[in-house]
């Protein structure tokens, strides 16, 4: 199998969090964008890059719009079963691709993440690169995919949506500009909701 972070169709692989902002960024006119076009942009073998896209969006304001963090996790867990299988190229069903959000919407979210980004872009470095790769980056992988199953039952408390959104942010990016520290606060991040969701729960009963 081919390294699943290469970009689609030969094309130069996302290496910021910056440039994949500006990637997806819609063109001046539009009204809506669909899950295509954003994925026609940054490429369809572009797995950490097409998981950490709906992550973003359920950082920004973009996730209050209702239904947002079911179709994020939806999304997400197609990509990341995918990457698990160590597949060549991305698919997503048609229901799936066909999906738009407004373009002003996005563009106010990518407005609201672009300092964020800037400080990560500032930040990285090549750190502890094995825990990028396979087999390490299987465990990064399905901890991603567990944190996203829970947003659809989770979606009236967007507290620990964007939580675990900012966790698989966080995985997404060292995945993708392979380093590894931001993989670790990744795990980190999802101890914390967990202790967080324990704690509540031990007082709820």
Known sequence: MKDTSMAAGGGAPVTSLGELLARIRPEPGDKTV?????????????????ILVPALILISPVSGIPGTPTIGALVIVTITVQALARRDHLWLPGFLRRR??????????????????????????NRWRMLSRFPFSTGALVAILLTAMTWPALEL??????FGATAVSLFA????????LYIIAGYVT?????????AIWQGVV
């Not at 990016?173 to 590894?180: A, C, S, Y």
């Not at 999802?190 to 324990?198: P, S, W």
């Open 157 to 162: 408390l967007p507290f620990f949506t964007s």
């Open 190 to 198: 999802v101890a914390g909701v967990l202790a967080v969701a324990t």
């Open 34 to 50: 669909s899950v295509q076009e954003i994925l026609e942009k940054i490429g369809d073998r572009s797995f950490p890059a097409a």
């Open 100 to 125: 738009r959000i407004g373009a002003e919407r996005l563009r106010q979210g990518l407005d609201f993440l672009k300092k964020p980004a800037a400080w990560v872009d500032r930040h990285s470095r």
């Open 173 to 180: 990016i060292g995945l993708m500009i392979r380093d590894g």
